[in-house]
């Protein structure tokens, strides 16, 4: 189905970036810590086997012809949560890394951000086609 293919592409996308991120983070996470600068307690692990989780279900999402509506909204919700919990542990808690840490974690919501407004768009495209019809 053509109107879903932006939505079934960002998915697609976020999915292989969450995937890379959650390897990272579960495979080398003293080298997370020290790269970030990293005060907090040594959560990597945990991360990214979250991700590799939610990198899955992505994909999952991303290989259907039409993505299920709410699945996809609510994977917006959370790259909504991710990039908003960056902003507010930059504020909160600006010595949790260094700013070396903080540039990655600003430049890994900022894509975030993208992959969240890609999807919306993809999304809104699926929604106004559906309501063509």
């Known amino acids: 189905m053509g109107q879903a293919r932006l939505l ?21 996470p003293d080298a997370v810590s020290e790269t970030l600068g990293w005060t907090g307690p040594d959560l990597w692990p945990l991360i990214g086997a979250g991700l590799w989780i939610f990198a899955a279900d992505l994909l999952w999402q991303a290989r259907r012809s039409r993505p299920v509506v709410w699945r996809a909204f609510v994977t917006i919700l959370g790259d909504g949560c991710w990039v908003l919990a960056t902003i507010a542990l930059a504020f909160a808690f600006p010595s949790l890394m260094n700013a070396t840490g903080w540039g990655l974690a600003i430049a890994v ?25």
């Open 109 to 133: 919501a900022v894509v975030v951000a993208l992959f969240g407004l890609l999807q919306l768009g993809g999304l809104d495209r699926l929604q106004r086609a559906d309501a063509v019809v």
């Open 8 to 28: 079934r592409i960002s998915l697609a996308g976020n999915a292989v970036f969450s995937a890379i991120s959650g390897a990272v983070m579960l495979f080398a």
